[in-house]
């Protein structure tokens, strides 16, 4: 029977009293709303700085523009993928980045008297969809903006309409009235020869008129329009034309049964259309889901995205998808997607288990008070999951007590200290945006502060607990529920599945529409949100996963088990690059990665250097840390083209424990070899990442039969 998803919050508690409140250093400027703010979406810039950073509903990209003293509202646009922009070389081939030409005003919404008096305030901020208020002393123009929106729309009230471009028009016509005689329609041809359509609904007493070559300028005030821009010609738009989306809630279920997913963006709508419904544009990873009788509803019509390849439009006021193959049956124990591989503890033989014995009597030894206490939740949390993995070794592969014994007293403490909020940099409740930070400074821990990352540095801390709760689950509520508190507050904060949770906004980093995470927080971009590591992202889904079994929560189990059979698509697609990718440019798709994927640009680099040999930091820092869910993510095929291609040259020659990262995510498509490297008499330990033992790397290779 499905398991309805999204309705129950984990909690409506305060945050523990251990965790200091108080307002944020940088506040939401110009914010009406008083409940948790989403930080890691789109619309999020439209909060920071001077307001007038992008924002990417798609396929438009929308900003403010407050240029000269004159014309102040808000600006869009449209590009599409000829006018791509590679570089840093505009020859060289693979591309290091692409990105697609920022802030060309086709057009601005404005009105008579928008100048430096032009106030900007958002009203709502919400997971999928925000409204924006641009107002002066005589009336406001409202901006309904939603993921996927077909029409650029703004309701006047009090105001003359007035649309002007930078690009200029180059001919202007009225095309009569549609829409059962309720919307004027207009045609507009720009100096780039582009072709956009206006509608005008709402006051037949307003007409649109063209004024000069920069400016179109209604013939009268309306005490209430609306006006709906979109580019290209089509019947669609006719019949869409009139209604357009103010809101958009997510709904989802799982059918545990059919290890299939469905969720939803339902749009809330006003006005009147021809058909009855709106225009909404999916992505290429919604069109493989989307269900048959909204594939009905195609419009026939496509528009480029700026970084995801062509999106097409729908005449619907609801996207509806059902995703199949679900990683329900992937839990604790080793996994594997490789053809003839697969967990068995049979090949655990004692030979394998003399050897990963050897290994972990002397990992259990390492100073793990020492490496966990550090100034940073990200690294802190990694050395915590690595440990709690070690004591999943000696416990349940090893079997050995003793072993057991003297790691998950240490690993215990070292998470107990977090929990306790005594760590170096404790956490504290943020009242301003809701959210738990890190007191550390914004330009450290990787901006955790200003929310930056935080599905990463939490994800580690969660999948930690899950396995050492599973060990032992009593720790869970031993000492007043700490342990239990603690993770159900970082769950809450990046995780939280629910929309009526007031102290903490649903889903901060899962973005639904783009179907992965943004990593960016509130640091104002011109290139909107970005994510530099996927598997990070689904690491910390797979946290989620695994805590909710271990609490026997279904709704949190479930939840996360759809997110990632959403991203074993998006990612794919757009992060992680087969030679038969054709939604981006195979001058790019050549690197097998993106690197930092951003809402306008895609970069093949990290933020922290490409390389000691070669670019192995940007093709490791989308594998760490693997993990029974990495091939399910992965898959033997991706992961052999980009060995192949990149990797097989370099890995020997790489000095560090980027090697080892390199080797162990080599047995996602060849777990022998990958065993044979990390099993060999002539171990160098330097060779290791310093965020995984050696003995899961064996215990993972071994369990899923590469040993024999």
Request: contains cysteine; negative net charge.
């Amino acid at each position: 029977m499905p398991i309805e998803l999204f309705k129950n919050p984990l909690s409506t508690s305060e945050p523990p009293g251990h965790f200091v409140r108080g307002p944020h250093s940088q506040p939401p400027v110009n914010s009406a709303s008083k409940g948790p703010i989403q930080t890691n979406n789109t619309f999020n810039n439209l909060l920071l700085d001077d307001q007038t950073f992008p924002t990417w509903p798609l396929p438009y990209s929308l900003w403010v523009t407050k240029d000269g003293d004159s014309d102040w509202g808000m600006a869009f646009n449209h590009t599409d993928s000829l006018q791509y922009v590679f570089g840093p070389d505009p020859e060289q081939n693979p591309a290091q980045f692409f990105f697609n030409p920022p802030k060309i005003k086709s057009f601005t919404f404005t009105a008579p008297n928008f100048g430096n008096n032009l106030r900007v305030t958002t009203i709502k901020n919400e997971k999928l969809a925000a409204l924006v208020e641009l107002a002066n002393e005589q009336g406001r123009i409202s901006m309904p903006l939603t993921y996927g929106m077909g029409f650029v729309t703004g309701i006047y009230e009090n105001l003359v309409p007035v649309l002007s471009s930078q690009v200029g028009f180059m001919e202007f016509k009225k095309v009569g009235i549609v829409n059962q005689n309720r919307t004027a329609k207009y045609t507009v041809k720009l100096f780039n020869q582009l072709v956009w359509l206006i509608y005008l609904s709402g006051d037949p007493n307003v007409d649109l008129q063209l004024a000069d070559n920069n400016h179109i300028v209604g013939n009268n005030a309306s005490k209430l329009c609306v006006v709906q821009v979109c580019k290209g010609e089509s019947p669609a738009y006719d019949d869409a034309c009139g209604k357009y989306p103010i809101d958009a809630k997510l709904s989802g279920s799982v059918d545990p049964d059919r290890k299939t997913g469905t969720y939803a963006f339902n749009y809330e709508t006003h006005g009147s259309s021809n058909l009855g419904s709106t225009l909404v544009w999916c992505l290429p990873h919604h069109q493989v889901t989307l269900k048959e009788d909204i594939k009905k509803r195609d419009s026939g019509m496509q528009l480029d995205s700026p970084t995801n390849g062509p999106m097409r439009g729908y005449v619907t006021d609801k996207l509806e998808f059902e995703v199949p193959n679900l990683p329900l049956d992937i839990g604790f124990e080793p996994w594997t997607a490789v053809d003839g591989f697969g967990f068995n503890p049979g090949n655990y033989t004692n030979e394998v288990k003399q050897l990963i014995g050897q290994v972990a009597t002397e990992e259990v030894e390492q100073d793990v008070a020492g490496q966990c206490d550090l100034d940073s939740m990200y690294f802190g949390g990694k050395q915590l999951d690595k440990y709690a993995y070690l004591a999943m070794v000696t416990h349940f592969v090893l079997q050995d007590q003793n072993l057991t014994g003297k790691i998950l007293p240490k690993i215990k403490a070292a998470i107990e200290k977090y929990a306790s909020n005594q760590q170096q940099h404790p956490l504290r409740y943020d009242e301003s945006w809701k959210g738990v930070i890190s007191d550390t400074p914004p330009d450290q821990d990787f901006g955790n502060l200003n929310y930056n990352d935080h599905h990463f540095h939490y994800g580690y801390h969660i999948h930690a607990i899950a396995i050492v709760a599973r060990i032992d689950p009593s720790w869970l509520t031993a000492n007043d529920n700490l342990i239990k508190n603690y993770a159900l507050t970082l769950i809450r904060d990046y995780g939280n599945p629910s929309d009526s949770d007031p102290y903490f906004p649903q889903f901060r980093n899962f973005d639904w529409f783009h179907g992965h995470s943004f990593a960016h927080g509130i640091f104002p971009s011109g290139d909107g949100k970005n994510e530099e590591s996927s598997s990070e992202d689904y690491h910390s889904i797979y946290a989620l996963k695994l805590y909710g079994q271990i609490i026997n929560n279904q709704e949190l189990e479930m939840a996360a088990n759809l997110m990632l059979g959403i991203e074993r698509t998006a990612l794919n697609y757009y992060m992680m690059y087969t030679s038969d990718n054709n939604l981006l440019p195979q001058r790019f798709t050549a690197n097998k990665v993106s690197g930092i994927l951003f809402e306008n640009k895609i970069d093949f680099a990290t933020f922290f250097g490409r390389g000691t040999v070669g670019d192995e930091f940007v093709h490791g820092i989308h594998m760490i840390p693997i993990t029974p869910m990495s091939s399910y993510m992965r898959g033997s095929k991706y992961v052999k083209e980009e060995w192949d291609a990149k990797l097989a040259g370099i890995v020997d020659k790489i000095p560090d424990g980027w090697q080892g990262i390199l080797k162990l995510n080599a047995g996602l498509f060849d777990p022998k070899y990958s065993w044979k490297w990390f099993s060999r008499q002539d171990w160098q330990n330097n060779l290791i990442d310093p965020g995984m033992t050696r003995s899961w790397a064996l215990a993972y290779l071994a369990g899923i039969g590469g040993a024999k």
